[in-house]
């Protein structure tokens, strides 16, 4: 018995430090990706490409993001030191963040059009794919995530997978590893599907098969993701975008 009990908490420990390190890495890449155009702005070299300045609104969506992947490190370090009651509470606090998120994602993506923020092999209209539809996957999988709040192993790949989703696509394809052409965008928007390695090989390794959640997350990003690069390559979506509520802000 206190075999099998060392064992289970030798299991907690470690999926609490692999949560941990995946929040603390996504935060980081978060940094990285947005120091040259948001948080070392005019410190470190401008990257992939000059940025116009920022408007109040682009500013507080900064924040707010900000904000976001704060409270989603926070959460997993109150797990990690038992303070459950404080993890959800905070929790249902952050539900208000993540309702406040959506339409700033939405207002935000629309409204870049003016500022003509967008890499040279696309238009502004087409860029907004990405934004849109990061927003109903990111929606979609903070519901899940919250539905299952009281189901540990859903509830904590879910909100895995919903910070992801703002994160990976903005983040890593702001870091310059290829020439600004569609194909090498098209690449590295795909790699980003590689994020989620870690979280299938601790599914692997802990449960011997991929978590339904996993799967669910997984297949939400990967959906939002190769949509809107098929919708940049190909320059299909800037009818549609053109008629949107608020374009041009």
Do not use: C
Request: net charge positive; charged share 10%.
């Amino acid at each position: 018995m206190a075999t099998v009990a060392s064992s289970a908490a030798d299991l907690q420990s470690r999926e609490r430090r692999f949560y941990t390190r995946m929040a603390l890495f996504l935060t980081a890449l978060v940094f990285v990706g947005f120091a040259p155009s948001f948080y070392l702005r005019g410190i470190v070299p401008e990257y992939p490409r000059p940025n116009p300045t920022l408007p109040p609104w682009v500013i507080f969506h900064g924040l707010l993001f900000t904000l976001w992947m704060l409270v989603f490190v926070t959460q997993t370090q109150l797990v990690a030191a038992g303070r459950r009651d404080i993890h959800m509470k905070l929790g249902a606090a952050s539900m208000f963040l993540a309702i406040a998120m959506i339409p700033v994602m939405y207002l935000t993506g629309v409204w870049q059009v003016v500022r003509n923020n967008v890499p040279p092999f696309t238009t502004p209209l087409d860029w907004t794919a990405l934004p849109l539809l990061a927003m109903p996957a990111f929606a979609f999988l903070v519901w899940q995530g919250w539905k299952r709040r009281r189901e540990a192993q859903w509830h904590k790949r879910l909100m895995l997978g919903a910070a992801m989703v703002v994160v990976l696509g903005p983040s890593f394809g702001r870091i310059p590893l290829a020439p600004p052409v569609k194909a090498l965008f098209a690449v590295q928007m795909i790699v980003t599907l590689a994020f989620f390695l870690p979280l299938f090989i601790w599914d692997k390794r802990t449960l011997g098969k991929t978590h339904p959640a996993t799967k669910v997350a997984f297949g939400t990003y990967a959906l939002a993701t190769l949509a809107a690069v098929a919708l940049i390559v190909s320059g299909t979506w800037a009818p549609i975008a053109a008629r949107l509520p608020g374009v041009g802000g």
